[in-house]
T-cell receptor, first 116, second 109 residues
Framework: GAGVSQTPSNKVTEKGKYVELRCDPI?????LYWYRQSLGQGPEFLIY????????DSGLPNDRFFAVRPEGSVSTLKIQRTERGDSAVYLC??????????????FGPGTRLTVL | GQNIDQPTEMTATEGAIVQINCTYQ??????LFWYQQHAGEAPTFLSY??LDGLEEKGRFSSFLSRSKGYSYLLLKELQMKDSASYLC??????????WGAGTKLIIKP
């Protein structure tokens, strides 16, 4: 079956521009996560959706970052006024409702964002 | 604070055995995961431990001691394709994953 997909795979933009990154989770997965990963580091949590609502957005670094999931499936991560420090690989993952039991997270291939 | 510690890099020989350790301090514990991540690719699930003891899955085994806040991933009969980063992650009291920085494993012929 289809896994998690993310578009674009690569995005190069200039400092100050606005970008949108898209994630299409596995069908039936109610939980969706956005992470940011820099070279040599583990994934850094950004935001978690349960259905359409952001259940935990404590990882968003500042108000330039925003994410939506209007119909409880596809999600878009939006970054305003991009800065060079935003350059990273943005990973999306989905799972069944988290809770007891392992409900592993399945990751997409990521979007490599480069801010010049 | 929450903390996951793993060695930054390890080197091993093809055909040998390697053990990658992970220690954690988290607010609550609802299981520990190991993921494999090849360079430029997404992490993929390897194992899950929630009770103390050893879980074996083919060439890979994972061990957990909750009282010590400690886990290890054991890889046997190493193959060149096992060269990757291995990420330890703990599910905390909010059922969210707290990730370590990963251990880069280099396999030499």
């Amino acid at each position: 079956g289809a896994g998690v997909s993310q578009t674009p795979s690569n995005k190069v933009t200039e400092k100050g521009k606005y970008v949108e990154l898209r994630c299409d989770p596995i069908s039936g997965h109610t939980a969706l996560y956005w992470y940011r990963q820099s070279l040599g580091q583990g994934p850094e949590f950004l935001i978690y959706f349960q259905g359409t609502g952001a259940a935990d957005d404590s990882g968003l670094p500042n108000d330039r970052f925003f994410a939506v999931r209007p119909e409880g499936s596809v999600s878009t991560l939006k970054i305003q006024r991009t800065e060079r420090g935003d350059s990273a690989v943005y990973l999306c993952a989905s799972s069944l409702t988290p809770g007891q039991g392992y409900n592993e997270q399945f990751f997409g291939p990521g979007t490599r964002l480069t801010v010049l | 604070g929450q903390n996951i510690d793993q060695p930054t890099e390890m080197t091993a020989t093809e055909g040998a055995i390697v053990q990658i350790n992970c220690t954690y301090q988290t607010s609550g514990f609802n299981g520990l995961f190991w993921y494999q991540q090849h360079a430029g690719e997404a992490p993929t699930f390897l194992s899950y431990n929630v009770l103390d003891g050893l879980e074996e899955k083919g060439r890979f085994s994972s061990f957990l001691s909750r009282s010590k806040g400690y886990s290890y991933l054991l890889l046997k009969e190493l193959q060149m394709k096992d060269s990757a980063s291995y990420l330890c992650a703990v599910k905390d009291s909010n059922y969210q994953l707290i990730w370590g920085a990963g251990t880069k494993l280099i396999i030499k012929p």
